[in-house]
């Protein structure tokens, strides 16, 4: 359990790293797939706890553009959502299942540790998307290491 809470620290800290950079550079094209990328970190992060939740997660829309004050504001939401989350539960319950439906309609099961997991790695994916577009816009990659997270804690 102490990996998935230090793994949701890191998430925390590094979509806000990643927020404070497209704050300042908010206006070109270029950040506009920049911006769905981000929305669709924070919106999955928002969709993956609806169903941790036991809720229907398929009205939330995870390609959407939020617009950066929209993704502050999930930002905290989110981060607040999985902290009690993660705090209510034990290392026993990480091996429960649970069952959602997809966007797509398909029906799956899976434990609450794996989805936990996938939505650290899900987000880590993005963010690495998100600095390769960073780069080839003649933009500073956003560091977003583990490794970095842990020297800066």
Not at 2 to 27: C, F, H, P, S
Not at 33 to 41: A, E, G
Not at 66 to 71: F, K, R
Not at 116 to 137: D, E, F
Request: glycine content about 6%.
């Amino acid at each position: 359990m102490n990996t998935i809470l230090r793994m949701y620290e890191q998430l925390d800290w590094a979509n806000k790293r990643i927020l404070q950079t497209l704050q300042v550079r908010v206006g070109s094209n270029e950040n506009q797939q920049i911006c769905q990328l981000f929305s669709h970190i924070l919106l999955a992060e928002k969709g993956w706890m609806t169903r941790l939740q036991g809720l229907d997660s398929t009205p939330i829309p995870l390609w959407s553009d939020l617009g950066l004050e929209a993704c502050e504001k999930l930002i905290q939401e989110n981060e607040k959502s999985y902290a009690d989350f993660l705090n209510r539960i034990a290392q026993s319950d990480l091996d429960q299942t649970i069952s959602y439906t997809n966007s797509k309609g398909q029906k799956f099961t899976n434990t609450i540790q794996d989805i936990l997991i996938h939505v650290a790695l899900h987000g880590q994916y993005h963010r690495g998307q998100i600095n390769l577009r960073l780069r080839s816009v003649g933009s500073q990659p956003v560091n977003v290491d583990f490794i970095t997270f842990v020297r800066e804690s």
